[in-house]
T-cell receptor, first 115, second 114 residues
Framework: AQKITQTQPGMFVQEKEAVTLDCTYD???????LFWYKQPSSGEMIFLIY??????QNATEGRYSLNFQKARKSANLVISASQLGDSAMYFC????????????FGTGTRLTIIP | DADVTQTPRNRITKTGKRIMLECSQT?????MYWYRQDPGLGLRLIYY???????NKGEISDGYSVSRQAQAKFSLSLESAIPNQTALYFC?????????????FGPGTRLTVL
């Protein structure tokens, strides 16, 4: 069974600093996808970034990058130059390529950016 | 207009009542999902559907049923609501089997069962 672990329930970061949110995963599949979603206080789920298991390069999307270490089964999210609007819950998720293709979510990290 | 909409956005109901949560999408996606979010537990899959004739249980389907009325519509029903079904419910869609097809989420329905 797939499992996602996010070990940081909460983090406080000074504005403009970079922050790394940890995510480790467990799967027996060879083909899978890793996602990060942001959930602000308003509740919606906002897609941030995707990394495929066969992608050789780390994914980047603007200020977001994914530090993918396949051998260690980790997929950490890095946010550069944090902003006050980055304060939110962040969820790491994994999707199997076959079967029901559901997303398996971690328990999330609450990030608070301090002015 | 939003691509994935959910109605109602908030609902308070009493134990034993039947309630339906509705989801509509304009993305033309075949795959639709219902998730439930509880504090500290992330999102968990309730039901999913790959097309109108294909409906499958997720990891926490007990106490829930679904109906795929059309490609664009996927509703979730609680036949007899109970307090531990109080949660935030999300509908999601995705477009295909390609691994980088993200799931697009609706805004969520906050359900309280008294």
């Amino acid at each position: 069974a797939q499992k996602i672990t996010q070990t940081q329930p909460g983090m406080f970061v000074q504005e403009k600093e970079a922050v790394t949110l940890d995510c480790t995963y467990d799967t027996s599949d060879q083909s899978y996808g890793l996602f990060w979603y942001k959930q602000p206080s308003s509740g919606e789920m906002i897609f941030l970034i995707y990394q495929g298991s066969y992608d050789e390069q780390n994914a980047t999307e603007g200020r977001y990058s994914l530090n993918f270490q396949k051998a260690r089964k980790s997929a950490n999210l890095v946010i550069s130059a944090s902003q006050l609007g980055d304060s939110a819950m962040y969820f790491c998720a994994m999707r199997e390529y076959f079967g029901n293709e559901k997303l398996t979510f971690g328990t999330g990290t609450r990030l608070t950016i301090i002015p | 207009d939003a691509d994935v909409t959910q109605t109602p956005r908030n609902r308070i109901t009493k134990t034993g009542k039947r309630i339906m949560l509705e989801c509509s999408q304009t993305k033309g996606h075949d795959r639709m999902y219902w998730y439930r979010q509880d504090p500290g537990l992330g999102l968990r899959l309730i039901y999913y559907s790959f097309d109108v004739k294909d409906i499958n249980k997720g990891e926490i389907s007990d106490g829930y049923s679904v109906s795929r009325q059309a490609q664009a519509k996927f509703s979730l029903s609680l036949e007899s609501a109970i307090p531990n079904q109080t949660a935030l419910y999300f509908c999601a869609t995705s477009g295909g089997t390609s691994g980088d097809n993200e799931q697009f989420f609706g805004p969520g329905t906050r359900l309280t069962v008294l």
